[in-house]
Protein backbone atom coordinates (compact mmCIF):
# COMPACT_ATOMS: atom_id res chain seq x y z
CA UNK A 1 0.00 0.00 0.00
CA UNK A 2 1.28 3.71 -1.20
CA UNK A 3 1.29 5.78 1.98
CA UNK A 4 1.42 9.70 1.48
CA UNK A 5 2.01 12.13 4.83
CA UNK A 6 1.63 15.37 3.85
CA UNK A 7 2.75 18.11 6.77
CA UNK A 8 3.26 22.01 6.39
CA UNK A 9 6.08 21.87 8.48
CA UNK A 10 8.97 19.29 9.18
CA UNK A 11 8.77 20.56 12.83
CA UNK A 12 5.17 19.40 13.12
CA UNK A 13 6.13 15.60 12.06
CA UNK A 14 9.87 15.20 13.31
CA UNK A 15 9.02 12.30 16.00
CA UNK A 16 7.38 10.54 13.92
CA UNK A 17 10.63 10.73 11.11
CA UNK A 18 12.80 9.92 13.75
CA UNK A 19 11.01 6.84 15.00
CA UNK A 20 10.46 5.41 11.77
CA UNK A 21 14.20 6.42 10.86
CA UNK A 22 15.71 3.25 9.52
CA UNK A 23 12.37 1.83 7.55
CA UNK A 24 9.87 4.48 6.50
CA UNK A 25 6.87 2.78 5.33
CA UNK A 26 5.15 5.68 3.66
CA UNK A 27 6.54 8.53 1.57
CA UNK A 28 6.50 11.65 3.46
CA UNK A 29 5.74 15.54 1.46
CA UNK A 30 6.61 19.06 3.35
CA UNK A 31 4.07 21.04 1.32
CA UNK A 32 4.89 24.33 3.00
CA UNK A 33 2.97 26.41 5.06
CA UNK A 34 -0.73 27.50 2.96
CA UNK A 35 -3.32 26.42 0.39
CA UNK A 36 -1.49 27.76 -2.34
CA UNK A 37 1.85 25.79 -1.30
CA UNK A 38 -0.08 22.56 -0.55
CA UNK A 39 -2.39 21.95 -3.26
CA UNK A 40 0.91 22.53 -5.73
CA UNK A 41 3.01 20.06 -3.97
CA UNK A 42 0.24 17.86 -3.92
CA UNK A 43 -0.57 18.15 -7.48
CA UNK A 44 2.48 17.76 -8.39
CA UNK A 45 3.29 14.45 -6.44
CA UNK A 46 0.06 13.06 -7.47
CA UNK A 47 1.49 13.32 -10.67
CA UNK A 48 4.25 11.38 -10.22
CA UNK A 49 3.27 8.95 -8.42
CA UNK A 50 -0.56 6.82 -7.51
CA UNK A 51 -1.15 6.44 -3.80
CA UNK A 52 -3.75 4.41 -1.74
CA UNK A 53 -3.87 6.67 1.06
CA UNK A 54 -2.71 10.39 1.82
CA UNK A 55 -2.75 11.41 5.95
CA UNK A 56 -2.16 15.21 6.33
CA UNK A 57 -0.63 15.64 10.12
CA UNK A 58 -0.35 18.84 11.26
CA UNK A 59 -1.48 21.16 14.21
CA UNK A 60 -4.40 23.52 14.26
CA UNK A 61 -5.87 26.49 15.95
CA UNK A 62 -9.42 25.49 18.21
CA UNK A 63 -12.50 28.14 18.12
CA UNK A 64 -14.14 25.13 20.31
CA UNK A 65 -13.08 25.24 24.09
CA UNK A 66 -14.41 21.54 24.60
CA UNK A 67 -11.41 20.77 22.88
CA UNK A 68 -8.39 20.52 24.96
CA UNK A 69 -5.18 21.80 23.79
CA UNK A 70 -2.75 18.90 22.51
CA UNK A 71 -5.97 16.76 21.66
CA UNK A 72 -5.78 14.75 18.51
CA UNK A 73 -9.01 15.29 15.95
CA UNK A 74 -9.83 14.13 12.70
CA UNK A 75 -11.35 17.19 10.56
CA UNK A 76 -14.44 15.49 8.82
CA UNK A 77 -15.35 18.69 6.59
CA UNK A 78 -13.18 21.36 5.68
CA UNK A 79 -14.33 24.88 4.15
CA UNK A 80 -12.38 27.24 2.21
CA UNK A 81 -13.56 30.98 4.70
CA UNK A 82 -12.30 32.97 2.63
CA UNK A 83 -13.04 32.03 -0.77
CA UNK A 84 -16.21 34.08 -2.22
CA UNK A 85 -16.82 38.13 -2.63
CA UNK A 86 -18.04 40.78 -0.36
CA UNK A 87 -22.10 42.29 -0.82
CA UNK A 88 -21.92 44.92 1.46
CA UNK A 89 -21.82 43.74 4.85
CA UNK A 90 -22.78 39.86 3.41
CA UNK A 91 -20.31 37.41 2.48
CA UNK A 92 -21.02 35.60 -0.81
CA UNK A 93 -19.24 32.09 -0.87
CA UNK A 94 -18.19 30.96 -3.85
CA UNK A 95 -20.59 28.56 -4.20
CA UNK A 96 -23.61 31.21 -3.79
CA UNK A 97 -21.56 33.18 -6.69
CA UNK A 98 -22.19 30.14 -8.71
CA UNK A 99 -18.33 29.47 -9.66
CA UNK A 100 -17.66 26.51 -7.24
CA UNK A 101 -17.55 24.54 -3.96
CA UNK A 102 -15.90 25.68 -0.87
CA UNK A 103 -16.40 23.17 1.11
CA UNK A 104 -14.33 19.72 1.38
CA UNK A 105 -14.51 15.91 2.47
CA UNK A 106 -11.75 13.38 2.77
CA UNK A 107 -12.54 10.77 0.23
CA UNK A 108 -12.83 7.33 2.15
CA UNK A 109 -10.25 5.71 3.17
CA UNK A 110 -11.78 2.76 5.16
CA UNK A 111 -9.88 4.19 8.60
CA UNK A 112 -12.39 4.16 11.65
CA UNK A 113 -10.43 6.82 14.40
CA UNK A 114 -11.55 6.61 17.95
CA UNK A 115 -10.62 10.26 18.05
CA UNK A 116 -13.44 13.82 17.89
CA UNK A 117 -14.33 14.24 14.36
CA UNK A 118 -14.49 18.43 13.81
CA UNK A 119 -15.61 20.27 11.42
CA UNK A 120 -12.56 22.89 9.74
CA UNK A 121 -12.08 25.73 8.10
CA UNK A 122 -9.19 27.08 6.13
CA UNK A 123 -7.59 29.98 5.83
CA UNK A 124 -4.78 32.31 4.48
CA UNK A 125 -4.96 34.63 7.54
CA UNK A 126 -5.11 33.55 11.15
CA UNK A 127 -8.09 34.62 12.97
CA UNK A 128 -6.69 36.83 15.89
CA UNK A 129 -9.15 39.58 16.26
CA UNK A 130 -12.32 39.42 18.13
CA UNK A 131 -14.72 40.85 15.60
CA UNK A 132 -13.80 38.58 12.57
CA UNK A 133 -13.77 35.91 14.97
CA UNK A 134 -17.65 36.47 16.08
CA UNK A 135 -18.06 36.93 12.07
CA UNK A 136 -16.38 33.97 11.08
CA UNK A 137 -18.07 31.50 14.08
CA UNK A 138 -21.56 33.09 12.93
CA UNK A 139 -20.90 32.01 9.74
CA UNK A 140 -19.48 29.18 9.58
CA UNK A 141 -19.46 27.90 13.20
CA UNK A 142 -16.46 26.37 12.72
CA UNK A 143 -14.38 24.06 15.07
CA UNK A 144 -11.20 24.66 13.87
CA UNK A 145 -8.74 26.22 11.76
CA UNK A 146 -5.84 25.58 9.79
CA UNK A 147 -3.84 26.72 6.82
CA UNK A 148 -3.99 24.00 4.64
CA UNK A 149 -6.85 21.58 5.16
CA UNK A 150 -9.19 22.21 2.47
CA UNK A 151 -6.48 22.51 0.02
CA UNK A 152 -5.07 19.14 0.76
CA UNK A 153 -8.65 17.61 0.67
CA UNK A 154 -9.39 19.20 -2.66
CA UNK A 155 -6.13 17.95 -4.24
CA UNK A 156 -6.95 14.38 -3.38
CA UNK A 157 -10.47 14.55 -4.52
CA UNK A 158 -9.19 15.66 -8.25
CA UNK A 159 -6.54 13.22 -7.82
CA UNK A 160 -9.33 10.39 -6.34
CA UNK A 161 -7.00 9.74 -3.48
CA UNK A 162 -8.24 8.55 -0.26
CA UNK A 163 -7.40 11.09 2.25
CA UNK A 164 -7.53 11.72 6.27
CA UNK A 165 -6.59 14.48 8.14
CA UNK A 166 -5.18 14.25 11.49
CA UNK A 167 -4.99 17.39 13.71
CA UNK A 168 -3.71 18.43 16.99
CA UNK A 169 -5.44 21.48 18.73
CA UNK A 170 -2.08 23.76 19.19
CA UNK A 171 -4.02 26.95 20.69
CA UNK A 172 -7.32 28.36 20.56
CA UNK A 173 -8.80 31.26 17.97
CA UNK A 174 -8.02 34.23 20.07
CA UNK A 175 -6.59 37.53 19.81
CA UNK A 176 -3.07 36.34 19.32
CA UNK A 177 -0.53 35.29 21.91
CA UNK A 178 1.87 33.02 20.93
CA UNK A 179 2.65 32.50 24.61
CA UNK A 180 -0.48 31.05 25.39
CA UNK A 181 0.22 28.33 22.26
CA UNK A 182 1.28 24.55 23.27
CA UNK A 183 3.29 23.90 20.36
CA UNK A 184 5.04 21.25 21.84
CA UNK A 185 2.82 19.33 23.51
CA UNK A 186 0.07 19.38 20.35
CA UNK A 187 3.13 18.01 18.17
CA UNK A 188 3.84 15.41 20.71
CA UNK A 189 0.14 13.96 20.87
CA UNK A 190 0.03 14.24 17.29
CA UNK A 191 2.99 12.13 16.47
CA UNK A 192 2.15 10.15 19.64
CA UNK A 193 -1.17 9.36 17.76
CA UNK A 194 0.28 9.09 14.25
CA UNK A 195 2.90 6.22 14.91
CA UNK A 196 0.56 4.23 16.48
CA UNK A 197 -2.04 4.43 13.63
CA UNK A 198 0.91 3.84 11.06
CA UNK A 199 2.15 0.69 12.47
CA UNK A 200 -1.60 -0.40 12.39
CA UNK A 201 -1.92 0.12 8.53
O1 LIG B 1 7.27 27.35 16.55
C1 LIG B 1 7.36 26.11 16.49
O2 LIG B 1 8.11 25.43 17.21
C2 LIG B 1 6.51 25.40 15.52
C3 LIG B 1 6.61 24.02 15.41
C4 LIG B 1 5.79 23.36 14.52
C5 LIG B 1 4.87 24.08 13.78
C6 LIG B 1 4.77 25.45 13.93
C7 LIG B 1 3.78 26.22 13.16
O3 LIG B 1 3.58 27.39 13.38
C8 LIG B 1 3.00 25.47 12.15
C9 LIG B 1 2.09 26.36 11.34
C10 LIG B 1 0.85 25.57 11.01
O4 LIG B 1 0.03 25.50 12.11
C11 LIG B 1 -1.31 25.54 11.74
N1 LIG B 1 -1.97 26.39 12.74
C12 LIG B 1 -1.68 26.36 14.05
N2 LIG B 1 -2.50 27.19 14.73
C13 LIG B 1 -3.30 27.77 13.83
C14 LIG B 1 -4.36 28.71 13.95
O5 LIG B 1 -4.74 29.20 15.03
N3 LIG B 1 -4.98 29.08 12.80
C15 LIG B 1 -4.62 28.56 11.60
N4 LIG B 1 -3.61 27.66 11.46
C16 LIG B 1 -2.98 27.26 12.56
C17 LIG B 1 -1.36 26.04 10.32
O6 LIG B 1 -1.96 25.05 9.53
C18 LIG B 1 0.11 26.24 9.91
O7 LIG B 1 0.46 25.56 8.76
C19 LIG B 1 5.58 26.13 14.79
Redesign the pocket.
Known amino acids: MNILLVA??Q??IQPLLDHFKKEKPFDVLITG??MVATAFALGERFAQKKYNLAIHL????SFDRDLNLGEVVEVEDDTLAELGAEDDDRFLSIDAMGFGESKFYPINSMLLLSIKKVRGIT?NT??GEETSIQKITERLNPQL?????AAFFYACKRSMVPSIQIRSV??Y?EKRNREN?K??LA?KNLNDFAIELIKKL
Open positions: ATPEVGGIAGVVHESMEGSNVWIGV
